[in-house]
């Protein structure tokens, strides 16, 4: 993967973040309200920006580094994905498959914690 795409993909994470977090306050806040689900939409919301944020930081640098950075995006679709659907369709069993996502994120941030080169221009 090079930079620009990584940087590119990155930016669109960031940009759903926001949108569906606006999203969830404005467009959802009755849905979300009547299936009692607006704090995991919220939760889902956080992790994804957090972790949008580290991919852009991530594909800033040279050269990306991949297994990190998949993690991250892993992480997001799976973690926040999961809590998103939960939130708004109220089927429980969606939950089950959020720790696979919260796995993928601790893979990303445990990459970082044993190659220190990573923080390197």
């Not at 704090?39 to 930081?57: G, R, T």
């Amino acid at each position: 993967m090079n930079n620009s795409v990584a940087i590119r993909i990155s930016a669109l994470m960031g940009f759903l973040a926001v949108a569906l977090g606006a999203f969830g306050a404005h467009g959802l806040k009755n849905l979300l309200t009547e299936n009692a689900t607006a704090a995991i939409w919220e939760k889902a919301v956080l992790y994804h920006a957090i972790h949008a944020i580290m991919l852009f930081i991530l594909a800033g640098r040279r050269p990306v580094q991949s297994i990190p950075w998949l993690c991250f995006f892993t992480g997001i679709l799976i973690f926040s994905g999961s809590l998103y659907l939960l939130a708004i369709t109220n089927m429980r069993w969606l939950g089950a498959i959020t720790p696979i996502g919260g796995v993928s994120l601790l893979l990303g941030w445990v990459w970082l914690v044993f190659n220190p080169q990573v923080g390197e221009r």
